[in-house]
DNA sequence: TTGTACGCGTTATCAC
DNA sequence: GTGATAACGCGTACAA
């Protein structure tokens, strides 16, 4: 493993010139068979790679894309990491503490990313990933110049940088900016995203002949766009079916399963229970599933019960729960395809891509299934 | 936004030379005030960001690593992706399938992408994402040999990329293993991993003083090797204690929840119920859990219930779960400072760094927790 | 402190 | 078919 090999080497090796090599990886129709072959084992004897940065440089585009993800947790551990290894497994006492699990966003921004190489691969694309945001401006808009230079084109997750950058950022490189809720930034670059507004809506249909509780949304700082949103549609839904939003009751379950589970199981020893419990994520319908449970009460029979997000858990609950999937998956596709265009035509005028949810009919909502 | 301007533009507008330009942007102090300001100006009214082609060049170093995932699943959607707005939610009735949930592993994936964004971000590199392998071996090895000429080394999980190319691709490329047991590479090359078997004795310290009850280990395709690590340090660890592993029962529970919950509440029919469950994944344990809640029985006095992974859930279940936790992200930190150094002395011997699993004493076997 | 000129490894356009 | 050779955009001795 002395230098890297390089063209010349191979050329040499196999007694032509870089150029028959280098045509013999980009066009080989255009070389003899004989002369491709000794340039084949030239290359695997001597371990060739073709060296990227100059590939980029001569042909003007790197096929790199970067993506650009939020990230809301282990951010400080910041010390250097000691390569050792250890002969003991730690044993840590872990005592309860009632923080806020941002476990619950990672979900999400992992599937974007998952769709996002399934994409990119496609495409022929390598994906540049970047996380781990939330550094001073300064460090942020370094990491963000250095990546801007590899690649052809962005695409950034709502809040993953600063508003403020956006905008140079875009004047610089193509930008695609996957957001969940509606932006300012309106039209000025493209946008793929998806309708909560809708999806409630969707959702709604489900219990529409009830009498309906929605559980919902404690202000978390940082996630309100998608709350509101949420909880427009929903009154919407309220509205178009000639109910009084006001009329219905709204209880803050702060995303918790275990909240949620307090507050259905005192709304059952209250005999407030009503029709329907409809939950603003799953983790709460998951919540007041078990205290429906707990109390000996039948779900769907007596009351209904809905999710939101699509975690994997509702798949496996009992009754395993209706609830409305985000598209994360073709959100990341989306927004990758999207920004292969825009490379394409730099000029288009800006495209906004609005992509469904997916309400999962399951068990916690039987009584309204149609009889598949 | 005409042609990406470069050096040279900068250089013209400011009234400089592109020396003193490149100058401004590596080493600032050996440029004077002024004209690093005019400089200053005449990038950001060009919008000139430097090209990463061209600096790795010059510089024989692209400051980028590359990551290895495997994935299992969402591989078989490869038709076009169509952009459109779609008015609609969609609605789909989702009858149940009893199939095995793969993102179980994704959880472990995505948390190691973390240790290893998280490290390279601090070494100032630039993180490549690979996954979606799983394709012809044709493919994949253009995808390989694609992404190696864009960086200076290379991270892989294990099982991402089929054994046989293994050998080849560090021949070109520092390359770093993250595996989670033993592999027949030992020595070949560098290796970072976690002891299950550690894990498992220190974890089995918590029930020691009981009669335990293994829930355990379905042999599911591809997961052999974990699974058969946990067992034996399993054994190993009742061996020591002088017990005989054949004579404490093993249930396959499947990794899953439910079947957890139907031994469970098997045993607990029968009467049959040891002074401790040990399960082998944390679902296990919750399905358990969820079924001596339901029988009324009290955890951790009559029996005590740990699991093995370290989900979130453990830390809101009732009673919350004891658990072992991986240290997924300081193997992908580990991975990152491993290849670092690998980058900076290549003819260093193979390094092997073992990392320590973490213990997490909860609620679950209060019974045996020190007086805190 | 600043400018000149060459090299980095490929691709592509010519001739041959 | 194959071989010279000029870009590609930047870093960096070496000069000035």
Redesign the pocket.
Known sequence: MD??????D??REA????????????TPN???A???QAIRTAIDRLG????G???S????RTNSIALFLPTIDELDSLSDFELATVDEANMVIDRPTHHVVARYDSLYFDTVLRGCELEAWRQGLSLVVSLGMGHSDADISHVVNDVS?KVDGIIVLARSIPDHMLEALHRRRPLVMIASSPTAHEGEFDLVRVSNRKGMSAWWDISSTRTTLPESLHDRPGRLPRQRQTLRGFCEALTLRGLNPAAAPIYRGQFSQRTAFDITSTLVEQDQLPEALICANDQMALGALTALRRAGIAVPDRVIVTGFDGITETDTSNPRLTTVKQPMLELGRAAVATLVKRVDTPDAPAMSTELPVTVLLRESSEGVLPDA
Do not use: D
């Open positions: 230098k890297k090999p390089t063209v010349y191979v050329a007694g032509v010139s870089i150029a028959t090599v280098s045509r013999s990886l980009r255009a070389v003899r004989t002369t491709r060739y790679v073709p060296s940065s100059a590939q440089l001569a042909a003007r230079g």
